[in-house]
């Protein structure tokens, strides 16, 4: 699958007294970078060719104004693919939009590649780049920041020693363009930054040339069709008038399926009793794409192909995403994609790998990349570990954009989803985020739907917050909770998702990128309550929301950011503040759970019934009301009549969600159960908090017995302690949150009623 070629061109450039500057912290990687050939890792998995040469490396470098001309002194030396804001560039210093990068290095083109044209190509660069190969400009300015571009630069080689000069220019938020979570700031750690960070200007992915024939081929649209056990293909190329190409479907050397068809249209190749993709079972075909001219092959790449489906559909009455026509829970996290050593790019292939292999580690099988377009070996291995992934486009600045700034945006989306949506793993498409840059929403998500019908989309991530415009279409509704899960619910046409929620903070002492000045949606007192906390809000996503029809959620973060301290992991990867084991096991139960529903759990409604605690030698005790509060206490037989009266409760359909329940009280009809602070009431009342706060979810209990989630925080749990009713949280900090008899505490039975 080309997944480890090495260079076979030579490609150096003598470096000289350069090093890397000090990160400001240190991930298992950086100093495992090599100085003149970084990243050597074949760079594009879904189309390779034998041949090629890695201009990673050492390039000479200089800072202008932007407007100035070419430098005609290079003062500095920079190590490429890194930004210059990066430590392991051995630049590390802030570029604003008043700068223009200058980058230059020499090549010579192997002897073996006579007679082929040369392709000069960028996996990405920040943001409008410049190239002049011997002094005359390579094709015109490419203008975007996410996607790869790549020049014929045969006419403009001189057969000996040739010198590439490659200017970029980036204003980051000033400008109009695609920026995601960058912004112009000191590169040095500092207080602040929220959740934006250091910017990433100029090349940030490998630079490479490859030998091609003139007629060749660009790119290979693959979209598994399993209802027919075939893999739709579209080959397309370059000067290829003419030419036909043959698609080879394999694995383990057999070929399973082969078809000749037009270049640029569409055709299909057999796959019989296909191997289904799945995050369990991430199994991949090879694939091989011939160029015919006649019966010779004038040019020949390697590839692969993943046989899944995604779309939505009806499950039980409930609308849901489907992958391979079955609904799994997509449990996963917010990716940002940042490094503390080389920003925008990871140190190392292995670096680049290891989030992605921790999300498997704890049992996710999804991951949202946040506003960030990663290299295509990044989707290479979530396609092979085996990830869903939602991708995001990255958003412009906050302020709404003008017609050329959207017009660049819509432009390269359109280069960025052409360039990975051949990816098993890319099941839905993420068009705009909390309204950051908004606009158009619903033409944008209909336009997207239909440039990649194979594909879910997502209007909107966060249609509940910070002024965003939900465009009403697309396959899913996205709302972000923090800290959640909250109650988002499908609709007749899309599924319900949490696009974001959690945020819990743990600063791990000497793994903080400013120490004592990280930041979380909540912080967590130590590890202990981390992960009961975490592990919590899994279990509440699994027993309460699921069941009412949430069918995916994203958890803030993987790892923590600069200043964002809301990880599974520190910035430098050299903490996992999480037990791995437990939250596997929470992700994997929640995972079960889709596939295998059990029943809803259903309470008498209209009947008059009273609440039995169960924990041990604390059975005679009962939920009642005393002077508007509300407590347990031991009931009989012998109790008097008012006790009686204020242990009964009449179970009514949710005030504010009927497939939920509210309590209404025996002797004062038109009061409920409701909680206010964590404490719990007796109290009438109107309004929308109030029906929320007077509505309570069942959830299975042990031994028959029930617990009762507060429906507005799904997370919590109507608990006894010390005889008052509260809501308690798994994780939580106030003293009735503690974990000894958590479950026992919160599950009840009921019971006939002491008053009938």
């Known amino acids: 699958m080309g997944t480890s070629l090495a260079a076979s061109g030579t490609a150096a450039a003598a470096p000289r007294a350069w090093t890397p500057k000090p990160s400001p912290m240190t991930t298992p990687w950086t100093n495992r970078v090599p100085t003149d050939k970084p990243l050597p890792e074949y760079p594009r998995p879904q189309l390779t060719r034998p041949d090629w040469a890695n201009l990673n490396g050492i390039w000479d470098f200089a800072v202008t104004g932007k407007d100035a001309g070419q430098p005609t002194t290079w003062s500095e030396q920079i190590r490429v693919p890194f930004v210059a804001e990066s430590a392991l560039s051995g630049i590390q210093r802030k570029i604003t939009q008043n700068d223009k990068l200058w980058y230059k290095r020499t090549f010579t083109v192997p002897s073996d590649w006579n007679g082929r044209r040369v392709q000069l190509n960028f996996g990405a660069s920040d943001w409008r780049t410049t190239v002049w190969v011997n002094g005359r400009q390579a094709g015109a300015t490419h203008s975007g920041g996410y996607d790869a571009f790549s020049y014929d630069i045969t006419d403009l080689l001189n057969g000996g020693t040739n010198t590439v000069v490659v200017s970029v220019w980036d204003p980051t938020q000033t400008g109009g363009q695609a920026v995601g979570k960058q912004r112009i700031n000191d590169v040095a750690p500092h207080p602040g930054g929220g959740i934006f960070y250091t910017a990433a ?53 057999r070929t399973v399926g082969t078809a000749t068809g037009p270049v640029g249209s569409e055709f299909t190749v057999p796959v019989p009793d296909p191997h289904l993709w799945t995050p369990e079972d991430p199994f991949l075909y090879d694939v091989k794409t011939d160029l015919l001219s006649g019966t010779s092959a004038v040019d020949s790449v390697g590839g692969y192909t993943g046989m899944r489906s995604i779309g939505v559909a009806k499950v039980d009455g409930v609308l849901r995403p489907v992958l391979n026509g079955k609904f799994v829970f997509q449990t996963g996290t917010l990716d940002q994609g940042y490094w503390p050593d080389g920003i925008y790019t990871a140190p ?316 209404e009280s025996r002797n004062y009809p038109g009061e409920y159960l409701r909680h206010r602070e964590y404490r719990v009431y007796k109290e009438a009342g109107s ?70």
Not at 733 to 749: I, M, R, V
């Open 201 to 253: 200007s100029g090349i940030w992915q490998t630079v490479w040339l490859e030998p091609t024939s003139a007629a060749h081929v660009t790119r290979v649209d693959m979209v598994p069709d399993l209802a027919n056990n075939r893999l739709k293909v579209t080959v397309r190329g370059a000067g290829t008038n003419g030419h036909q190409a043959r698609v080879t479907v394999a694995t383990g050397g």
């Open 348 to 663: 190392t292939d292995a670096a680049l790998k290891y989030d992605l292999q921790k999300h498997k580690d704890l049992g996710f099988n999804m991951v949202r990349k946040h506003i960030k377009v990663e290299p295509q070996r990044w989707f290479y291995w979530a396609d092979k570990l085996g990830l869903l992934v939602w991708q995001d486009m990255p958003a412009m600045d906050l302020r709404t954009p003008d017609s050329a700034a959207r017009t660049q945006w819509e432009a390269e989306y359109d280069r960025i989803i052409d360039q990975h949506r051949s990816s098993p793993s890319l099941v839905l498409w993420v068009n705009e985020n909390e309204g950051w840059g908004q606009y158009d929403q619903a033409r944008i998500a209909d336009h997207v739907k239909a440039y990649d019908p194979s594909r879910l989309v997502d209007n909107m991530s966060g249609v509940n917050c910070c002024g965003s415009v939900d465009g009403g279409n697309g396959d899913v509704v996205d709302h972000h909770v923090y800290v959640g899960p909250g109650t988002t619910v499908p609709s007749a046409t899309r599924a319900a998702v949490l696009g974001e929620y959690g945020g819990l903070g743990y600063k791990v002492a000497g793994h903080e990128w400013y120490p004592g000045g990280g930041f979380s949606y909540e912080d967590q007192p130590d590890p202990a309550h981390l992960n009961n906390r975490f592990v919590g809000l899994l279990d509440a996503i699994r027993d309460v929301r699921m069941p009412r029809g949430l069918s995916a959620a994203v958890y803030t973060e993987i790892t923590d950011v600069e200043n964002e301290a809301n990880g599974l992991l520190t910035y430098d990867r050299q903490v996992v503040k999480v037990d791995e084991a437990r939250v596997k096991a929470a992700n994997q139960a929640l995972i079960n759970a889709s596939r295998s529903p059990s029943a809803p759990v259903t309470l008498p409604t209209g009947q008059y019934k009273s609440l039995r605690v169960t924990t041990a030698g604390l059975t005679d005790r009962y939920v009642r009301h005393k002077d508007g509060a509300v407590f347990t206490e031991v009931v009989g037989s012998g109790s008097d009549g008012l006790l009686k009266n204020d242990a009964t409760w009449k179970i009514v359909p949710g005030l504010a969600n009927s497939t939920c329940y509210s309590f």
């Open 687 to 756: 309004g929308d908090l109030y029906r929320a706060d007077a509505t309570f979810c069942p959830v299975r209990g042990a031994n028959g017995g029930v617990r009762l989630s507060a429906y507005n925080f799904p997370d919590q749990y109507l608990r006894h302690y010390d005889s008052e009713l509260r809501l308690a949280t798994p994780g939580g900090t106030h003293a009735w949150d503690t974990p000894t008899l958590f479950t026992e505490d919160t599950t009840w039975t009921v019971e006939a009623p002491w008053a009938p």
